[in-house]
């Protein structure tokens, strides 16, 4: 099901990119856009990693410089069955984290230096088995490509803006050519927030779950860094609204129009999904036992389900308290 939304959000990001051109320059204008659209396509499986990596300012590290961040993403690797990725450091205070690839052979993983001072080991562990299910599902490459389209619709919306409205171009619907481009825009990255955000990240929080080794890892770790990122602005990520879906959490401030680009869905819910993934785990993943699963440090600041409720100054959902009397089903 999730190989047909994908193939759905593609092709209709695809025709709205068309239906853009058309407007601009007709029906010649319509064919340019599509083949600029095919050429994106290509050039985005073979160097998304690059580009994304670049516009980030992320550097690479190895084993000599990053010798506890590198051996913790092995570890987690080889737990999920993928080759070693390659590794990044991305020097920015804000606490967030990303992966990108056109397939798992061709894999990296970018993670900020706030957020290697924010996070204790099991934390980070668990944000790194994310970054690392995304890898294992293929969503890198298509969470890239949905990226550049979003953001060469974004590109085409402003031009017509400049030159779309003008009659000595080949626009055939004039002024309202134009302020359909700039409705347009904002609606194609809302496209790529429902088709990708929600669904994506929700089973990646499950199979990095899983791959890590306990829920409470990452539900704890989505916490501390969701609040830190809209605290501490990341200025690389404001200048690329268009790739903020692909972090764990939205890079942005929400400041002026970014808020457009929120494409993540909201932590509690995930905080949530992962401690009823945690009571339904019970043992472990794998019918490990508690003391069997691996460890990389400090536990995280949740040992049980009902212990994020209880911060929250709140009964868990599955503590006796938070259970109402139990009534017939007639009253």
Do not use: C
């Amino acid at each position: 099901m999730n190989y047909l939304k994908t193939t759905l959000l593609l092709a209709a990001l695809t025709a709205l990119f068309g239906a853009m051109g058309y407007l601009l320059g007709g029906t010649g204008g319509m064919v340019m856009a599509l083949i600029f659209a095919a050429g994106m396509n290509i050039f985005s499986w073979w160097n998304s990693d690059k580009l994304v990596l670049r516009m980030n300012g992320a550097e690479p590290v190895d084993e000599a410089s990053a010798p506890e961040l590198y051996a913790l993403v092995r570890t987690l690797a080889e737990r999920a069955g993928l080759p070693m990725p390659k590794v990044y450091i991305m020097h920015t205070d804000q606490p967030n984290a990303f992966a990108t690839g056109r397939d798992p052979n061709h894999a990296a993983v970018a993670v900020t230096t706030g957020i290697m001072q924010v996070l204790d080991k099991e934390e980070l562990a668990g944000v790194l088995a994310h970054e690392l299910a995304h890898i294992k599902h293929r969503d890198t490459l298509i969470m890239t490509i949905t990226a550049t389209i979003a953001g060469a619709i974004s590109m085409l919306a402003n031009f017509a803006m400049f030159f779309g409205g003008g009659r000595d171009r080949n626009n055939p619907l004039g002024i309202i050519g134009v302020l359909l481009m700039a409705i347009l825009a904002p609606l194609a990255a809302m496209l790529v927030q429902m088709a990708i955000s929600r669904t994506r990240e929700y089973a990646a929080d499950r199979e990095g779950a899983m791959i890590a080794g306990n829920p409470l890892w990452l539900a704890s770790a989505l916490e501390k860094i969701s609040a830190a990122a809209h605290a501490i602005p990341n200025p690389r990520a404001e200048a690329h609204p268009e790739m903020a879906h692909l972090f764990i959490v939205n890079p942005l401030t929400g400041k002026g129009m970014d808020n457009l680009f929120s494409t993540h869905p909201d932590t509690e819910n995930r905080i949530a999904a992962l401690m009823e993934l945690a009571r339904e785990m019970g043992s472990g993943p794998d019918g490990m036992k508690a003391d069997e699963r691996p460890r990389f440090g400090n536990a995280g600041r949740y040992r049980r389900p009902d212990d994020y409720y209880a911060s929250k100054g709140r009964p868990g959902p599955w503590s006796k308290a938070a259970r109402p009397p139990r009534r017939g089903p007639w009253g």
